[in-house]
């Protein structure tokens, strides 16, 4: 047999053989778990804020209802609520926050027998220290809220 063909067939044989091994190397291994971790590392911090995000937002409806339920009680009674930081005879205390909230600054919020209120916004920090602000909205009284 000639030199070259010789050459030809053992690459080959080499080239046949190597392409039926199973399995994978170990730096081909290590790519993968090193690409894994960096995307991980990208994604799971994002999705870990929306996760307090929204029970920010669960706990922010709560006591929004809290609000539109003193808004309903002042159109029933026929009295006006008016909530306020600052707590003295003419005010009464916001409804409560969970532990870890903080109340940071507040605007006079009336409710009138009419149902109607002068609207207004709180800002509150959260547990989780996202400061939300949350508006009350003159006439109606419905509340929005957003984080600052």
Do not use: H
């Not at 030199?3 to 053989?17: A, D, H, N, P, T």
């Not at 170990?26 to 790519?31: A, N």
């Not at 669960?58 to 006591?63: A, G």
């Not at 003193?70 to 969970?98: D, I, Q, W």
């Amino acid at each position: 047999m000639e030199k070259g063909r010789k050459k030809i067939l053992v690459c080959f044989e080499f080239y046949f053989i190597s392409s039926l091994r199973k399995g994978f190397t170990l730096i081909e291994m290590l790519v993968v778990l090193v690409l894994i971790s960096v995307v991980s590392s990208l994604v799971v911090p994002n999705l870990w804020k929306s996760y307090l995000k929204s029970n920010d937002k669960s706990v922010l409806q709560t006591f929004a209802n809290k609000m539109d339920q003193s808004r309903m009680r002042a159109f029933r009674v026929g009295l006006v609520v008016a909530f306020a930081k600052e707590k003295n005879a003419k005010f009464k205390p916001y409804p409560t926050l969970p532990d870890g909230w903080i109340l940071i600054k507040s605007t006079p919020i009336y409710f009138f027998p009419s149902g109607l209120t002068n609207g207004g916004s709180i800002t509150i920090k959260s547990s989780s220290d996202i400061v939300w602000k949350l508006t009350f909205s003159a006439l109606r009284g419905s509340p929005s809220f957003v984080s600052l």
